[in-house]
């Protein structure tokens, strides 16, 4: 064999060892992405998820604070109809019965501790 010939065969040997290493190394690669990818959509349906947790937590959230404004609001309305309704009656300057005074505070404290429970329906 002539010299040239052995160097073209060198060269075809060493091309092919070389196509050979790239095309294993073009595998490993390609399952890397494969996995990256997996992993980029479930990060990305994790954070979608917390987003929709998050926000549906803070539309419950204003609307028990609009409910508590709401009953705050009616209830001074009934304070002030009751304030109005008894202003010239003489009931007005009349003591409460005791029982009836001890009734009252036990119903205020009902509402009281019922409106510290969060879960509101």
């Known amino acids: 064999m002539s010299k040239l010939t052995t160097v073209l065969l060198t060269l075809l040997v ?67 109809g009751i304030k109005t309704a008894v202003a010239n009656d003489d009931c007005a300057n009349r003591l409460i019965p005791p029982d009836a005074v001890k009734r009252l505070w036990e119903y205020a404290d009902g509402i009281r501790s019922s409106s510290d429970n969060p879960a509101t329906f």
Not at 29 to 42: G, H, I, P, R, Y
Request: hydrophobic letters at 40%; charged letters at 20%; proline letters at 0%.
């Open 14 to 80: 060493l091309l092919a060892v070389g196509v050979g290493v790239l095309w294993h190394n073009n595998g490993k690669l390609n399952e890397k992405v494969s996995d990256l990818d997996a992993s980029q959509k479930s990060a990305e349906t994790i954070t979608k998820n917390v987003l929709t947790t998050v926000t549906l937590f803070n539309q419950i959230s204003e609307a028990n604070q609009n409910a508590k404004a709401q009953d705050a609001l009616e209830s001074q309305r009934a304070e002030n």
